[in-house]
């Protein structure tokens, strides 16, 4: 049997929503790992008050207590920092079998700087030719009615002009072209907040009506797939349906949308979703625009701000520079050398669910690999996070239970957001890139865990928090509870 070795401790978390274990545990490992060899019941961890009478065992079986009430629940400490932080993804759902559009790859996208509101669209044409601007483009807001699952809800739509829009939302939106062909297609493009609050998912149709009208009569399940969150290099996708995206309905201001997508908008969110002007026509939103303008860089930004206003005859407002913000993982972690073990890192909250995280942080700390057993294809995550998850699914596939986890039902590990999507609520483990889930379709949250066992106990071997046990069950999840140095093979990081 191997024991801990002498080496400094790292300090341990009394509860899973409070801390995240940082012990350092060192077995002797061959080709697929064997946690079993570490004795957990002898394993002695110091402990706040210093105490070594506290056991491995001990402190997980208190990190496994179903008290959690949902993942990576514990309050994240928030302090402004400086600006310029680069921006993250979207989720889109790829064309149905229509015509494909023709759009380009990547933009030069912009930060908004200024803002005319009230003015006729064909503005934005006239604001696009003054000295210093970079883009400009009209988006006319208001409020429609969506049936849902449960009933209808409101929300709002900005009609833009998908190809004059698109520099002006955040880089990672901007340049991914699934996006904006579906948008051109006639499909809405939700924020992940408010596409979340929906409860239907990508590629589903939905009854849309303006103000006034007849209220929705249902939505349509006609090709709906389960929603699953992706490795955040990538967009989300649902598969192709046969049916055409264009909306369509017999009754003025109604219209039948399919989600196409869901991608920021803006910081903060211009609206809950965007459709193109085509659509917004057919819900009533043909009203006065509020024009969004980019300057260019070192560009006197007050003299455009004159320029637009003499142009115009309206006031126009400056969109002040999304401020950053910094996490640690100290409301986590208990003791200096816990805390100090994950890196803080500054990031933009877009408001709509999603952050963007410093690129220097995402550098040093989020990796790929191709070389995790069972799971087909790239998956990123934390550095630590990914030689434990190596371990833990080595170990599933030496006890020949590999079968038992579904690679197409992988949900994704690294997706810098906050949890459910909602920016209220703290930010995730997997904005950490330190959870991951599995099996998805088939352990929705808040549904009975259908995980077996036997993955779980694995996976508990290796230092991880199975969501299946929290109040509100979160079958598919598993987070990092315990730090375990593990040996993984050369060149196991891409």
């Not at 790292?10 to 545990?25: E, K």
């Not at 142009?311 to 003791?335: D, H, S, Y």
């Not at 088939?442 to 694995?458: H, K, W």
Request: glycine fraction near 10%; proline fraction near 9%; include cysteine.
């Amino acid at each position: 049997m191997s024991r801990l070795p002498d080496r400094p401790r790292r300090t341990a978390r009394p509860a899973l929503a409070a801390a995240c274990l940082s012990l350092a545990v060192l077995a002797a490992l061959g080709t697929a790992p064997t946690p079993q060899d570490v004795d957990a019941q002898e394993a002695a961890v110091t402990t706040t008050n210093g105490d070594q009478d506290q056991t491995f065992a001990d402190l997980f079986e208190q990190m496994r207590s179903p008290e959690g009430h949902g993942e990576g629940h514990g309050a994240v400490a928030v302090a402004a920092g400086p600006p310029d932080i680069p921006s993250v993804p979207g989720q889109t759902a790829p064309a149905p079998a229509a015509a494909p559009v023709d759009l380009p790859d990547t933009v030069t996208a912009v930060r908004p700087a200024l803002v005319v509101r009230g003015v006729d669209p064909a503005m934005a044409a006239e604001i696009a030719q003054v000295e210093g601007v970079t883009a400009a483009a009209g988006a006319t807001v208001g409020e429609i009615t969506v049936s849902v699952p449960g009933g209808t809800r409101t929300v709002s739509v900005a009609a833009v002009e998908p190809t004059a829009f698109r520099p002006l939302t955040p880089e990672m939106t901007a340049n991914e072209p699934a996006v904006w062909e579906r948008l051109v297609a006639g499909d809405a493009a939700f924020t992940h907040d408010a596409g979340t609050r929906l409860t239907v998912p990508l590629g589903s149709t939905i009854t849309a009506s303006a103000p006034g009208t007849n209220e929705p009569a249902g939505a349509s399940g006609e090709g709906n797939v389960p929603a699953v969150t992706p490795p955040p290099a990538t967009e989300q996708v649902v598969p192709p349906t046969s049916q055409a995206t264009a909306p369509t309905s017999d009754e003025a201001g109604v219209a039948d949308l399919r989600l196409g997508a869901l991608a920021s908008n803006g910081i903060p969110p211009v609206a809950d979703a965007l459709v193109s002007t085509e659509v917004g026509a057919q819900l009533g939103l043909t009203g006065p625009a509020d024009v969004y303008v980019g300057v260019g860089e070192g560009v006197d930004e007050a003299a455009v701000r004159d320029a637009i206003a003499a142009l115009t005859g309206v006031e126009v407002e400056e969109i002040a520079p999304p401020e950053t913000q910094t996490t640690t993982f100290g409301a986590f972690l208990v003791g200096a050398e816990a805390r100090n073990f994950f890196e803080p890192f500054d990031y933009i909250d877009h408001g709509d669910g999603l952050i963007t995280i410093d690129q220097g942080w995402v550098d040093r700390n989020i990796a790929s690999t191709t070389m995790i057993p069972l799971l087909n294809g790239t998956v990123t995550c934390h550095r630590q996070f990914l030689e434990q998850l190596y371990a833990a699914m080595s170990e599933v596939q030496a006890a020949g239970l590999g079968d038992l986890i579904d690679p197409s039902q992988y949900g994704g590990c690294w997706v810098a957001r906050h949890i459910d999507w909602n920016p209220t609520k703290p930010i995730s483990m997997h904005g950490w890139g330190l959870a991951v889930d599995l099996n998805v379709s088939t352990n929705q949250l808040g549904a009975r865990p259908t995980m077996d066992p036997r993955i779980v106990e694995i996976f508990d071997r290796w230092g991880f928090v199975w969501g299946g046990r929290w109040n509100r069950p979160d079958g598919m999840h598993f987070e990092l509870g315990a730090v375990i140095d593990v040996p993984v093979p050369e060149g196991f990081f891409r």
